[in-house]
């Protein structure tokens, strides 16, 4: 089993930024793809962003592209989003996860952190 968690969020207003963290423990020997989901109120999860073991390859969703940020820490099973210009539209609770396969739109990956809320005021 791996337990993720999650600090970092909170509110900040429209065009400011935030910085989410994530780590993993428990069965960590294994290789993660890593990323966020988020949740925003009678909407649908949808995955925000992903990055893969080596750190090499990258995914994000048009919204956010230009604007967030993903990365590995020096501990590989940690991984941070670093979200500049937020938006009112970005808020919503940020999931961390975790998969030894995949992190993508459509998928449900193994591992879920118990969710962070993350509000851009206007």
């Known amino acids: 089993q791996v337990q993720l968690v999650e600090s970092g969020g909170g509110l900040v207003q429209a065009g400011g930024s935030l910085r989410l963290s994530c780590a993993a423990s428990g069965r960590t020997s294994s290789r993660y793809v890593m990323g966020w989901f988020r949740q925003a109120p009678g909407k649908e999860r949808e995955c925000v962003v992903s990055?893969?073991?080596?750190?090499?390859?990258?995914y994000y969703v048009d919204s956010v592209k230009g604007r967030f940020t993903i990365s590995r820490g020096n501990v590989k099973n940690t991984v941070y989003l670093q979200m500049n210009s937020l938006k009112p539209e970005d808020t919503a609770i940020y999931y961390c996860?975790?998969?030894?396969?995949?992190?993508?739109?459509?998928?449900?990956?193994?591992?879920w952190g118990q969710g962070t809320q993350v509000t851009g005021s206007s």
């Open positions: 990055i893969t073991w080596s750190g090499s390859s990258t």
């Open positions: 996860a975790a998969d030894q396969w995949e992190v993508r739109p459509g998928r449900d990956p193994l591992y």
